[in-house]
């Protein structure tokens, strides 16, 4: 069975930093992309970031130069840092890893900016 556990939300000021992780465990058949969705109070979940098996990258405008996505296949792990973070990013963020027959999601972790 595949559990995605995030860990790396919190509180942060406007400008601060944060690193979220979300590590996979289980077999997760033909997987070709993982990815990081955020979902703020009243509004729709909204993809921020993904991340292909051939390290091929996506950003949502709103976060070019200031988010960037990674990964470490020896410890299947997705990372998001977040670097000069605002108000507006402030969300629930949620990861994702989409293999060819199944997609699968984390818990979501909470992420406010705020001063």
């Known amino acids: 069975q595949v559990q995605l556990v995030e860990s790396g939300g919190g509180l942060v000021q406007p400008g601060g930093s944060l690193r979220l992780s979300c590590a996979a465990s289980?077999?997760?058949?033909?997987?070709?992309?993982m990815g990081w969705y955020r979902q703020a109070p009243g509004k729709q979940r909204e993809l921020v970031a993904t991340i292909t098996t051939g390290d091929s990258t996506n950003y949502v405008d709103s976060v070019k130069g200031r988010f960037t996505i990674s990964r470490d296949n020896a410890k299947n792990t997705v990372y998001l840092q977040m670097n000069s973070l605002k108000p507006e990013d402030t969300a629930v963020y949620y990861c994702n890893f989409q293999g060819t027959l199944h997609g699968y999601w984390g818990q979501g972790t909470q992420v406010t900016v705020s001063s």
């Open positions: 289980g077999n997760i058949f033909s997987l070709y992309r």
